[in-house]
């Protein structure tokens, strides 16, 4: 579960995120979207604690962002998978060794390295490119590998930012496709993207950022749900549903 | 087993030796070049020290004694003097041997105390002085109290020979030490500069394996290992240098060089301290660099 309230972060004075509140239950699906500088890649950085909040509260699995020493970050963070728009690959290393290191940075043994490596390749679809290095590989491979690294810890959330923003269209869906199933298995996903034609059809909630507030939660009905006709439905404080109703 | 631990932290290092071969072969070069300065007046110091211990050793105190003391007076004097602190040995020489003792170091100039008559010379206690307690202070402090004993009337010893030995040994000791730190501190200078490549050169995966959940530890744990190798390597390399330079000096130098006490290579204990703390000064390099960087 991840819960913000009134969370607000400066830059040198100008606001980058002014007093942010939602809340993501264990599970769920969310985009987050907005123009260029709403405030989305803020938001992540500070869900990640690369960055850390001026004001307000932020709960994370628990765990109060705001009480994290520097030398706890590294344990919330392997429970957290990050997708970069870039990738973040170790260009010299092949695909075994990148995704291995997540594997040995979090102390996996030696034995167990090679064996959970395939399974989470295997899940993505890229078992046959273990021995390749990255330059190697479209950017949509290089995405899904990036998915995979994140994936490989099994995390109980999954962060992306702008993850389909390198790819072409049909690579972008593949790299959806593989967070839908990641969410179906349990794990809570946030993704931060431009991506509005794929937001649309995915149906899940909606957080919309504009000048670093938000402007809109789950708001799919709001805005689009007379063309796609989809009806977003509040069942509570938090938590909100998306049903498909029939035009 | 969770983590992972120092063979990691090794075989890393290793990799990272072998990934920035250039920039580490020439950090072991000025290394061992700033490690044989320090080699090569360790080698000097040490055998000075020989030489001035053992000059040291021949530093003798000579207690003259009043005329007209009984066997039992000399023999409380000669107890006295043997319990003091630094004293190796005390030896008696009668007027008659002092006497003796003279014309025989006067050989051809007899002449000079045949008008004497009666032997003008006391009775007297020599001492011998272990090196260790041979310093100026030490020796005059002595001197002024065995002075104050009943039945001594003077003590003499080679007061100048003492001070030229002790300041010889000061200035070994504070300029080696002066420049021990200045060249500690020029190599703490260069394997952290030697880690801040290494740490460049990394950088993404570095930042990579923060976002992936790396503790500190493990970030820093190879490069580490790495500034300890690189120093521990120059060390190595001195060491070798100053001792194939030592065997392969021409016997003529080394028997000029001998005199009077012999010369000697370092002794093990020395050179496993030199490649030591070679090892901690790429440790402390190392840290100021990671610390600087993971920051």
């Known amino acids: 579960m991840i819960q913000l309230y009134r969370v607000s972060k400066y830059y040198e004075g100008v606001p980058a995120l002014r007093e942010v509140s939602f809340r993501v239950n264990k599970g769920e699906f969310v985009f987050i979207t907005g123009p260029s500088g709403a405030g989305k890649t803020t938001l992540l950085k500070i869900l990640f604690c690369a960055e850390l909040a001026d004001e307000g509260q932020i709960i994370i699995q628990g765990i109060n962002a705001f009480r994290l020493t520097s030398s706890n970050i590294p344990y919330l963070r392997r429970n957290i998978g990050f997708v970069f728009q870039d990738y973040k690959l170790l260009p010299h290393k092949t695909i075994f060794d990148n995704i291995a290191l997540a594997l040995k940075v979090v102390g996996t043994p030696y034995g167990e390295i090679e064996r959970r490596v395939y399974q989470v390749l295997k899940k993505v679809g890229m078992e046959e490119k273990l021995h390749l290095t990255p330059p190697k590989l479209s950017g949509g491979e290089q995405q899904k590998i990036a998915v995979a690294r994140a994936l490989v810890n099994e995390p109980q959330v999954l962060l992306a930012d702008e993850p389909t923003g390198n790819l072409d269209p049909e690579s972008g869906k593949d790299v959806f496709r593989l967070f839908k199933d990641i969410n179906m298995k349990g794990t809570t996903v946030l993704v931060a993207t431009h991506d509005w034609e794929t937001v649309r059809k995915m149906q899940r909630r909606i957080i919309t950022m504009a000048q670093g507030k938000v402007t809109d939660d789950g708001s799919q009905s709001s805005q689009h749900s007379l063309t796609t006709g989809s009806l977003t439905v509040d069942l509570g404080t938090s938590t909100r549903r998306t049903f498909e109703t029939k035009p | ?295």
């Open chain 2, 1 to 295: 087993m969770k983590g992972y631990g120092l063979f990691y932290f090794i075989a890393e290092a290793f990799r990272g030796l072998r990934a920035n071969s250039i920039v580490n072969l020439l950090a072991i070069g000025t290394i061992s070049m700033a490690m044989l300065i320090v080699g090569f007046f360790l080698l000097i110091f040490s055998n000075v020290q020989n030489a001035v211990n053992s000059l040291g050793d021949q530093i003798e105190m000579s207690v003259y004694l009043k005329d007209g003391l009984t066997s039992y007076e000399k023999n409380y004097i000669f107890s006295h003097l043997k319990a003091e602190i630094g004293v190796r040995k005390v030896t008696y020489l009668s007027k008659v041997e002092a006497i003796a003792l003279f014309k025989k170091e006067l050989k051809g100039q007899e002449a000079l105390i045949q008008g004497l008559g009666e032997n003008p010379l006391p009775d007297s206690f020599e001492i011998s002085i272990d090196h260790r307690y041979a310093d100026a202070q030490r020796l005059e402090a002595m001197a002024r109290k065995i002075v104050g004993y009943p039945g001594i009337e003077d003590v003499s010893y080679g007061k100048q020979g003492a001070e030229v030995l002790t300041g010889l040994y000061k200035l070994l000791m504070y300029g080696g030490t002066a420049l021990a730190l200045l060249l500690g501190v020029s190599i703490v200078f260069i394997i952290s500069n030697s880690v801040r490549l290494a740490l460049y050169s990394r950088g993404q995966e570095i930042e990579l394996m923060q976002w992936i959940g790396a503790t500190r530890r493990f970030i820093q744990g190879p490069f580490l290992i790495e500034g300890m190798m690189l120093a521990m390597l120059g060390s190595a390399l001195a060491i070798g240098v100053l001792a194939a330079l030592f065997y392969l000096l021409p016997q003529e130098v080394v028997l000029f060089l001998s005199r009077p006490n012999g010369l000697d290579f370092l002794p093990p204990s020395v050179i496993t301290y030199i490649i030591m703390g070679g090892g901690v000064l790429g440790l402390i390099g190392g840290l100021i660099s990671v610390n600087r960087f993971l920051d």
